[in-house]
């Protein structure tokens, strides 16, 4: 079991204190979405769209690669 959750509604690892999904999670996730990666995609994308919500001061462009861009 991880202890790489979000810490809301600052978006911080509650493992690492990183920006999350952090390093590790983002590892964790890819080991667990392995043969699903739309499925992740979508996980991913109703968790951005949550954030925005938190994060209204944080550029778009930063957010959705937070998120999203790094599952390519």
């Known amino acids: 079991m991880t202890t790489h959750h979000p ?3 600052v978006w911080t690892c509650g493992g690492c204190a990183g920006e999350w ?12 979405y ?3 990666p739309v499925s992740l ?5 109703a968790q951005l ?3 925005a919500q938190d994060l209204a001061h944080v550029p778009a ?6 998120f999203l861009g790094w599952t390519r």
């Open 21 to 32: 999904p952090c390093q590790t999670r983002r590892r964790e996730l890819r080991a667990e």
């Open 49 to 51: 769209v949550v954030a």
């Open 34 to 36: 392995d043969r699903a």
């Open 61 to 66: 462009g930063h957010l959705h690669y937070r």
């Open 7 to 9: 810490i809301k509604p």
């Open 41 to 45: 995609a979508l996980y991913l994308a």
